[in-house]
């Protein structure tokens, strides 16, 4: 198995424009994390899905965020409109449906400026 | 908000020296995980340690907890300079989704 593969890795787009990052899971796995990292915050939650069904969203910043989870092994978290302050590093990462220890993809770089 | 604090926030030790590093947090837990993120990369999954468990080893780490101080620590013994990273608790209590702390800079020198 590759693991969580997230694309793109880089992402550098101007304030205002629609970003969208995409996830896809571990085959098998059934829980899917969006997390936000940045220096200054550190590795935030933003949503989690069980079973494609969004659990918990109260760490998504804003309603210009949103994810969807249109199957059970892609994920995608959309930005819109982007601002600067939206700029680290997002990661998704899944866990089965037996443990909780998770797997996280290599992430994706976004700067928005 | 997070949940668990790392401390040191850095470390920077000789390669073969040991390294310890350790966690705080807040609630009732099922269980505590370390993960290790080399720069620019995902975090990756080290050791869990449930909350029923007092220490757990795993070749050169070694991981205790203590319920009642809400802590953990965790030990690389003789370290290498491919340990260099960052280490980050987590703590799962009972949402599934995991509360990482904020982390510690390891800097093992050749």
């Known amino acids: 198995d590759a693991g969580v593969i997230q694309s793109p890795r880089h992402e550098v787009t101007e304030m205002g424009q629609e970003v969208t990052l995409r996830c896809k899971l571990i085959?098998?796995?059934?829980?899917l994390f969006w997390y936000r990292q940045t220096m200054m915050r550190g590795l935030e939650l933003l949503i989690y899905?069980?079973?494609?069904?969004?659990?918990?969203d109260s760490g998504m910043p804003e309603d210009r965020f949103s994810a969807k989870m249109p199957n059970a092994s892609f994920s995608t978290l959309k930005i819109q409109p982007s601002e600067p302050r939206d700029s680290a590093v997002y990661f998704c990462?899944?866990?089965?449906?037996?443990?909780?220890?998770?797997?996280f993809g290599q992430g994706t770089r976004l700067t928005v400026v | 908000s997070q949940q668990g604090e790392e401390d040191p926030q850095a470390l920077s030790i000789q390669e073969g020296e040991n390294a310890t590093m350790n966690c705080s947090y807040k609630?009732?837990?099922?269980?505590l995980q370390w993960y290790r993120q080399n720069s620019g990369r995902g975090l990756v999954h080290l050791i869990l340690?449930?909350?029923?468990?007092r220490e757990k080893h795993s070749g050169r780490l070694r991981v205790t907890l203590d319920t009642s101080k809400k802590s953990s620590s965790l030990l690389i013994t003789a370290s290498r300079a491919a340990d260099t990273a960052s280490y980050f608790c987590?703590?799962?209590?009972?949402?599934?989704?995991?509360?990482f702390g904020s982390g510690t800079r390891l800097q093992v020198q050749p």
């Open positions: 990462a899944s866990t089965s449906w037996e443990g909780t220890e998770a797997f």
């Open positions: 085959s098998g796995h059934n829980s």
């Open positions: 899905f069980n079973n494609n069904v969004p659990i918990d």
């Open positions: 609630t009732s837990i099922n269980n």
């Open positions: 340690i449930r909350s029923n468990e």
């Open positions: 987590a703590t799962d209590a009972g949402r599934r989704a995991l509360t």
